[in-house]
């Protein structure tokens, strides 16, 4: 009798345990159709289209490799490799710039200066498109201001170019380095600072033994979150370099309006695929490097 009671009333409390979780989930519910539809669907018609080709003559359909194929070859794959390069190079030089400068602002005894820098940076970490371009243009191009008081035409400066484009590129990128890396300069502990120092060890040792070893995850971290948002920019280097510069995301673009070939939209499917490919990549190094930083400055 004792053992059927108690039996009783586990079963009670494991089916409440079982309706708060699935109360849990309720609010989730909206989310997961949103990105279902928002995400998924265009994600399933992209794999689709990426591995489809259509006969101009016939009209029939067949799948096949051969839009991923074509994907890697000639100016595709030049596309490819250049915003690959443009945002590596554009993301390294942001997270050697941005270190410094969001190390000034977390060591500033000024909390006003602080809460200036990183609202401007949340700010210009989401200033770019055709504005962007315009203001670089208005400056430092051809007729610019900038290029015309200081001569800079006749030095050999060129905004439409690929430097060009990676200093247009850095405007947006150092200050989202400098949201990135400021919680893990925050979680610098003034203990080990000071343990340094009594031992006798300068302010350049400490930076190279203490403070950057632990603060590798997330400068890492940082550099592969910018490599992704450079990769994936369009409307900027679309406004101001056009074809100058080849990039994926504008072979994309000239793919779907038919400006090189038409009927090539399921190759700018694939293309599409390809960067997917890439942003995939980048996360899966992204994540784990993120956990680290943060059981490191916890």
Same mark, same amino acid.
């Given at each position: 009798m004792t053992a059927t009671l108690a039996k009783a009333d586990v079963v009670p409390a494991a089916s409440q345990k079982r309706g708060r979780r699935v109360a849990g989930w309720l609010p989730v519910v909206p989310l997961l159709v949103?990105?279902?539809?928002?995400?998924?669907?265009?994600?399933?018609?992209?794999l689709n289209g990426a591995f489809t080709v259509k006969d101009q003559t016939t009209g029939v359909t067949s799948y096949t490799t051969a839009n991923l194929t074509d994907s890697l070859q000639g100016a595709y794959f030049t596309a490819l490799v250049g915003s690959v390069k443009l945002s590596a190079v554009s993301a390294g030089i942001a997270t050697v710039l941005g270190l410094p400068l969001a190390q000034a602002v977390v060591t500033s005894r000024f909390r006003a200066l602080r809460e200036a820098v990183l609202t401007a940076s949340g700010v210009l970490a989401n200033f770019g498109g055709v504005p962007l371009a315009f203001a670089f243009v208005a400056t430092l191009g051809n007729a610019g201001v900038l290029t015309r008081q200081f001569g800079l035409s006749d030095k050999g400066w060129n905004l439409y170019s690929f430097w060009g484009l990676v200093i247009v590129y850095l405007y947006f990128l150092i200050p989202l380095m400098v949201l990135t890396i400021t919680p893990a300069l925050d979680g610098l502990r003034s203990q080990w600072r000071e343990a340094a120092q009594n031992n006798g060890a300068t302010s350049t040792q400490y930076w190279r033994?203490?403070?950057?070893?632990?603060?590798?995850?997330?400068?890492?971290?940082?550099?592969?979150l910018l490599f992704g948002s450079a990769f994936a920019a369009y409307a900027t280097a679309a406004a101001m370099v056009g074809s100058a510069v080849p990039l994926v995301t504008l072979q994309i673009a000239d793919a779907i309006s038919?400006?090189? !070939?038409?009927? +090539?939209?399921?190759? /700018?499917?694939? %293309?599409?695929?390809?960067?997917?490919?890439?942003?995939?990549?980048?996360?899966?190094?992204? !994540?784990?490097? +993120?956990?680290?930083? /943060?059981?490191? %400055?916890?």
């Open positions: 949103v990105v279902a539809i928002a995400f998924g669907i265009p994600a399933l018609a992209m033994h203490v403070a950057l070893p632990v603060l590798a995850p997330s400068l890492l971290g940082g550099f592969v038919g400006n090189v !070939l038409v009927g +090539q939209e399921n190759v /700018a499917l694939a %293309l599409s695929l390809d960067m997917v490919l890439i942003a995939g990549v980048v996360m899966a190094v992204y !994540l784990p490097l +993120q956990r680290r930083s /943060a059981r490191w %400055l916890a």
